[in-house]
């Protein structure tokens, strides 16, 4: 995926090193990223030990979220495909003590299955 992939709002794969780059200031020592996606300037990102949200805010991007979760905290989630006429595609994650799912959306054609793929191997095992 280029450029017009992520200007158009879509996700892409991103090289572990550019992620553990990003956050060499939230990894703890010897934690490593396993897989990461980009959505524009949003990244969600996959270690051993949780999945990390960053969410970059504001028009200069100089103010970031970062949401920390335990894959242990994660009681279920679910994934909702693109339709024809619904361009978007939905991931909600329910965490342990929370009513309501973080939600993330992912344009068509995007690689919204390999992130639940993953979830499933983290939270499942």
């Known amino acids: 995926m280029g450029y017009l992939d992520a200007f158009l709002g879509n996700s892409s794969n991103m090289k572990k090193e550019e992620a553990e780059e990003k956050l060499k200031d939230v990894l703890f020592p010897e934690e ?3 897989q990461a996606y980009k959505l524009i300037r949003d990244m ?3 270690t051993e030990h949780r999945l990390i ?3 970059v ?3 200069t991007g100089k103010k970031i979220e970062y949401h920390s979760i335990p ?3 994660i009681t279920h989630f679910s994934t909702e495909t693109a339709g024809t006429f619904d361009l978007d595609a939905e991931l909600k994650i329910w965490l342990s003590g929370a ?7 992912f344009r ?3 690689s919204i ?3 639940q793929q993953l979830l499933a191997y983290y939270v499942c095992r």
Request: proline letters at 4%; aromatic letters at 8%; charged letters at 25%.
């Open 53 to 55: 949200l960053v969410d």
């Open 108 to 110: 068509k054609g995007t």
């Open 99 to 105: 009513d309501l799912p973080i939600e993330k959306t």
């Open 32 to 34: 490593t990223v396993n």
């Open 57 to 59: 805010q504001g028009m």
């Open 113 to 115: 299955s390999d992130v």
């Open 44 to 46: 969600m990102v996959f």
């Open 71 to 73: 894959y242990k905290s």
